[in-house]
Nanobody, 111 residues
Framework: VQLVESGGGLVQPGGSLRLSCVTS????????MSWYRQAPGKERELVAV????????NYADSVKGRFTISRDNAANTVYLQMNSLKPEDTAVYYC?????WGQGTQVTVSS
């Protein structure tokens, strides 16, 4: 099983980034997928969750209205579109399903 995140980087406050997580080694379309993040000195927190077919989505209150999770089951990929980014969004972002995690991608929001 592999989960490989990409798309992180340095962005100014108010900017946007789109994270991708390409997966392999399991039947992607049958698994709920999640994005988590971990800021320095803080615990890992759940950011967004999307059901197998994409019909059920939930977000952390801190990102509602700014982040959008989506998935492409044909491409075995889950996305996180992040708009109106704030300095407090700075963290390593991880893709997750069940007990499997990606290596993370760094997002830094700073002027």
């Amino acid at each position: 099983v592999q989960l490989v995140e990409s798309g992180g980087g340095l962005v100014q406050p108010g900017g946007s980034l789109r994270l991708s997580c390409v997966t392999s080694g399991f039947t992607f379309s049958t698994y709920t997928m999640s994005w988590y993040r971990q800021a320095p000195g803080k615990e890992r927190e759940l950011v967004a969750v999307i059901s197998r077919g994409g019909g059920t989505i939930n977000y952390a209150d801190s990102v509602k209205g700014r982040f959008t999770i989506s998935r492409d089951n044909a491409a075995n990929t889950v996305y996180l579109q992040m708009n109106s980014l704030k300095p407090e969004d700075t963290a390593v972002y991880y893709c997750n399903t069940r007990t499997w995690w990606g290596q993370g991608t760094q997002v830094t929001v700073s002027s």
